[in-house]
């Protein structure tokens, strides 16, 4: 059974909505109690018109509840997380409505069900239920765990989100996780006393019952591949998210909102992975498509009252096929300003050149100056070539001093972006990646760059240059962690630990050679080009399902900000020692 995350949202809707089978009862309009982390999940799950259509008229923040209207006549549908409990008790205490359905959207214990029973004193709670959806879906086969600001114990936070993906998707997993990483390390053992507990309440006892194999849950670290964010994306979705950034399926575009989602956007779902040049043949044919469809010479040429009516019926979708052509025509005409303002034509083609050693030092060295020396490149861009340098090279400190001539570079380097640069190998413990013997030493960045015989052809046909397949040679870390899951003889630097609940090692065994389900979360922040990875290795291998997520959907902007801000963290604590076991 695959991994599909819009099968859970299609099964979660159906709980929360669906009117309960019994003809001689009336239905009746419904409101919708959300709080501030459903009300996410929710629309980012399901459109207005589905819940319309399910008799959804209004939807309220249940932190709202002293400011409320009376309406008695409606039934509640509540879906809010073990935050909002004090909120719910008041809400019952007082209600407004007629009767109450109450889901949360993670599991709760005891006596919190015990604080709701003793608050319903009108005996208006018809249902209390577990859904276990404490992640947003962003595609089929990625999700994404929110960070609530503030959380004392993130680690107990992450786990408890990591349960419920793992109870929606009805699977009880072998653990594995990266052994040189405090953070994961500490997160796979919350998870594990999650699951061991909870099998003591039989939340995981019936999971695993179409597997032959036990499923995977891999945890990892972005920290050990500083790498994949900072190289600049060249398909459709990574570019977006690259140069107009996508925020919970939305994107922003002169002062327009966009909603990205594969599920209702049929050309999105076509091309999101598809590489600029190709890209760009897929929406001239879209085009194209609808000038023949959209034809409006058929309605003056037809006679037939009947062919004039079925014209005449489609004309909403037409204007739903134009909307979504001028839409994605906005965000690839974007797309296509920030690479030519941006030189990336260039740059790129340069940090394919250092990440995958594909020329000598000291021409990679004098390519740099010239980048270096150009003012109409930004600073930035600047920055992120000569992290890529540095991680291959031991940098040279001349490049620094190009780098503040303010002939050169407009605006100069800030301080932290300095410090970021001088920084960078030590905050990661790196050493000299043209060292072959130390490269086979490194256990977090080893063969980064190592896998690059990518078979990919017609890459950027429509632009000339011979070169131009060069643009998506680098392949993220993550390929060989998941290739040596699937096939256990290939060769691979990273190490992996394992966990084993209880009840998977009473049905499995300790040991497995096999692989079937594997579910990964990237901790620190995952980037859209290791998703279509994952989305590949899907394709190319039927019998494995996977899916991937993470705290944050990276680019080079948001991981840049959190490098400077790692930096600064060492800088004022000089005696912490979180990255000293990362490699």
């Not at 107990?156 to 109870?167: A, F, H, P, R, V």
């Not at 920030?338 to 394919?352: A, T, V, Y």
């Not at 932290?416 to 001088?422: A, C, P």
């Not at 009473?506 to 497995?512: C, I, P, S």
Request: aromatic share 8%; hydrophobic share 35%.
């Amino acid at each position: 059974m695959a991994l599909d995350l819009y099968k859970v949202k299609d099964v979660y809707f159906n709980k929360l909505y669906q009117p309960r089978q019994n003809a001689s009862e009336q239905i009746k309009p419904k409101v919708l109690l959300l709080d501030k982390i459903t009300t996410t999940i929710i629309s980012m799950s399901y459109t207005q018109s589905q819940l319309l259509s399910n008799d959804i008229i209004l939807i309220e923040l249940i932190e709202n509840y002293k400011t409320l209207s009376v309406m008695k006549h409606l039934n509640c549908i509540v879906f809010v997380s073990i935050k909002s409990l004090s909120s719910l008790i008041s809400e019952l205490k007082s209600p407004h409505f007629g009767s109450y359905e109450i889901y949360f959207n993670n599991s709760i214990n005891k006596n919190q069900i015990e604080k709701i029973a003793e608050s319903d004193e009108y005996e208006i709670v018809d249902k209390l239920i577990e859904i276990f959806q404490d992640y947003l879906i962003l595609n089929s086969h990625l999700y994404q765990i929110q960070h609530e600001p503030g959380a004392i114990n993130p680690y107990l936070e992450d786990g408890s989100k990591l349960t419920s993906l793992l109870l929606s998707l009805k699977k009880n997993p072998i653990i594995k996780y990266e052994s040189n990483s405090n953070d994961i390390k500490r997160l796979s053992s919350e998870i594990l006393y999650n699951i061991n507990s909870n099998s003591n309440n039989n939340l995981f006892d019936d999971l695993n019952i179409h597997n032959d194999v036990p499923p995977i849950l891999l945890l990892l670290d972005r920290k050990n591949d500083p790498i994949t964010p900072l190289i600049t994306p060249w398909t459709y979705q990574s570019m977006i998210h690259e140069f107009c950034k996508i925020e919970k399926n939305l994107v922003n575009i002169e002062n327009q909102q966009i909603i990205l989602t594969d599920s209702n956007d049929q050309f999105y779902k076509e091309s999101m992975y598809l590489n600029y040049g190709d890209l760009t043949d897929k929406f001239q044919k879209y085009v194209e498509k609808y000038k023949s469809e959209t034809n409006q010479s058929q309605i003056t040429k037809t006679s037939n009252l009947n062919e004039l009516k079925k014209i005449l019926m489609k004309f909403p979708e037409f204007k739903k096929f134009s909307t979504n052509i001028l839409n994605h025509l906005n965000i690839i005409s974007e797309i296509d300003k920030q690479i030519s303002l941006q030189k990336l034509w260039d740059l790129g083609e340069l940090q394919q050149t250092i990440v995958c050693d594909l020329d000598s030092q000291q021409n990679i060295k004098e390519r740099i100056i010239t980048v270096l020396k150009d003012s109409k490149i930004s600073t930035t861009n600047k920055v992120k070539i000569l992290l890529l340098y540095s991680i291959r090279f031991n940098f040279d400190q001349s490049f620094l001093s190009i780098l503040n001539d303010p002939l050169c570079s407009d605006p100069l380097p800030s301080e932290e972006q300095v410090n970021l640069l001088s920084k960078f190998k030590s905050l990661f413990n790196l050493t000299n990646l043209t060292n072959i013997q130390k490269q086979q030493q490194q256990q977090g960045l080893t063969n980064i760059f190592a896998n690059k015989n990518i078979n990919i052809s017609n890459l950027f046909k429509n632009h000339q240059n011979e070169n131009d397949n060069i643009y998506l040679q680098y392949t993220p870390r993550l390929n060989e962690i998941i290739n040596k899951l699937i096939d256990p003889n290939l060769e691979s630097s990273v190490k992996l630990n394992t966990l084993i609940p209880d009840k998977v090692k009473q049905k499995y065994g300790t040991t497995t050679e096999k692989v079937q389900d594997i579910i990964i979360y990237m901790n620190g922040g995952l980037t859209y080009e290791e998703s279509r990875l994952i989305h590949e290795i899907s394709e190319n291998n039927k019998k494995i399902n996977l899916i991937i997520g993470s705290d944050e959907m990276l680019n080079s902007e948001t991981w840049l900000n959190k490098l400077y801000n790692l930096t600064k963290d060492k800088q004022t604590e000089p005696e912490r020692t979180q990255f000293r076991d990362l490699l």
